[in-house]
């Protein structure tokens, strides 16, 4: 796979724990961030994906769900996904 991102990536060598959230919180998966920029992020999903409304969603980036980012769905390979994340009051930035 060719990596096509503009954004300059941080890798997390032993990645780092979150979770995805629904944006009306129906369902919640844990999830290991692989890497992440200022525009967003690749995760590797733990279970399945399957039926999930991914369109958007929210990151929860700690245990009290106090850090958090809301995300778009950029692509699917497997239990690995590729996110946009949404600039509040902005559009979000697809120049990954």
Known sequence: MIDQRKANRVVFDKGFATNM??????????????DASETG????????IQGLALREFFLVLSSVGKAYRRCELAWVNGNEVGVYFIKVG???????
């Open 21 to 34: 959230m629904a944006i009306d919180g129906t369902w919640r998966r844990p999830c290991t961030m692989l």
């Open 90 to 96: 902005g559009k979000k930035r697809k120049s990954e």
């Open 41 to 48: 992020a690749r995760l590797l999903i733990d279970g399945s």
